[in-house]
């Protein structure tokens, strides 16, 4: 019923939609990292490696590497982009190992963003003509530590966000948010 939602509201939109129609392939968008260059695909319970190999073939002009996600639910558990050329990464050991095989992959050299709380690694950047770099990240109040590394951004705009209860339901802020780069006529 999700994805029927979502494709309503995407064809509400006269957007482009793409299918995957083979029934084995497996792809949650919590997996895929898309850093403006390239496609991380993480490797979980809910994308397999026929879902990478579509997401391949429906963006032929872009490299697509998997990367195995062991103790996380996926991929954005623990990184996300916090800025043009910028991943936030967690500390645990799973999110490391995962920063290494997504730089062993990579013909590119990414800045990197650690923060002490993996969940905290999940956050939302946008490049908004009239703001610049904006950042939505987790509120201090539920992680401190982590909110003081995204506080030495000098050149973001930092949005605090609060999300404690989404969390629960296994709710991050990248899998609550559908970004459209659409005009504002909408």
Request: proline letters at 4%; a negative charge; glycine letters at 4%.
């Amino acid at each position: 019923e999700q994805v029927e939602a979502m494709k309503s509201v995407l064809e509400s939109l006269n957007l482009n939609i793409v299918e995957m129609v083979d029934e084995n392939a497996t792809l949650d968008g919590g997996d895929v990292l898309f850093t403006g260059r390239e496609f991380f695909v993480g490797l979980s319970r809910r994308t397999n490696q026929r879902g990478a190999e579509i997401l391949a073939d429906t963006f032929k002009d872009y490299a697509v590497s998997t990367v195995p996600v062991h103790d996380s639910l996926h991929l954005k558990s623990f990184c996300s982009m916090a800025g043009p050329n910028l991943i936030a990464i967690g500390s645990s050991e799973a999110a490391q190992k995962a920063l290494k095989t997504m730089q062993q992959m990579s013909d590119h050299r990414y800045d990197k963003l650690t923060v002490p709380d993996d969940a905290a690694a999940n956050c939302i950047y946008l490049n908004i003509p009239s703001k610049g770099h904006v950042l939505l990240h987790r509120a201090p109040e539920e992680y401190p530590e982590s909110a003081k590394v995204f506080e030495k951004l000098k050149d973001h705009m930092l949005i605090p966000i609060a999300n404690t209860e989404l969390e629960k339901v296994d709710g991050s802020l990248t899998c609550c948010s559908v970004l459209i780069n659409k005009s504002s006529e909408l």
